[in-house]
């Protein structure tokens, strides 16, 4: 399976592994070896990372409070609980980058260390610079979060290579009918 990196934050892309939320409610990392190669596909690790059944069920929950938090009424406070969740894993070690004599570098890590690196994008995605561009694909189905980074703030799409162009391609065919009424 491949998967699309497009959020421009690893926490939103993260959240995203469950597609069109509001109705198929598609899981795109099933088990614990897609989850793997998610991290690896993401840049978190350059090797798939062990994942038992229960290190993918904690992924998963801390994927779904994520997707609370970010969805989550901006006039409330956020839940205590949730936040202490997020916060604990992004204490954890981070992945590591090793250097070799070779000049090549890998970096490495265990599951705790990649779910560090999604709680503490989830942790940046709150910053006030990057709260005020968090924005939701307009997409039918889409659920996707995003951070828009477009100059005149105005990105609609989670991308274009696909919610953009399907809503762009209905637009047309709209015009297209109306024209010919």
């Known amino acids: 399976m491949s998967f699309a990196f497009v959020a421009g934050n690893l926490a939103l892309d993260f ?3 469950v597609a069109e939320r509001r109705t198929t409610a598609v899981e795109r990392v099933p088990t614990p070896a897609a989850l793997a190669q998610w991290f ?3 840049g978190v690790v350059d090797a798939p990372p062990a994942i ?3 290190g993918h069920g904690e992924a998963l929950a801390l994927r779904e409070t994520i997707w609370g938090l970010l969805s989550a009424d901006p006039a409330h406070p956020l839940d205590v609980g949730a936040v202490s969740l997020v916060n604990g894993y992004a204490g954890a070690g981070v992945p590591v980058a090793a250097l070799a004599a070779d000049r ?3 970096t490495s890590g265990d599951l705790d260390s990649c779910l560090a690196s999604v709680a503490r994008a989830a942790v940046d995605a709150f910053r006030p610079e990057n709260a ?3 924005k939701w694909c307009e997409g039918v189905d889409c659920t996707r979060p995003f951070l828009d980074a477009s ?3 105005n990105r609609r799409w989670c991308g274009m290579a696909g919610c953009g162009d399907r809503a762009k391609a209905a637009a047309y065919r709209a015009r297209k009918r109306t024209a010919h009424v």
């Open 15 to 17: 959240v995203a592994t």
């Open 151 to 153: 100059r005149a703030s």
């Open 132 to 134: 005020a561009h968090l």
């Open 52 to 54: 038992s059944e229960r």
């Open 104 to 106: 090549s570098v890998t």
């Open 40 to 42: 690896v596909d993401a």
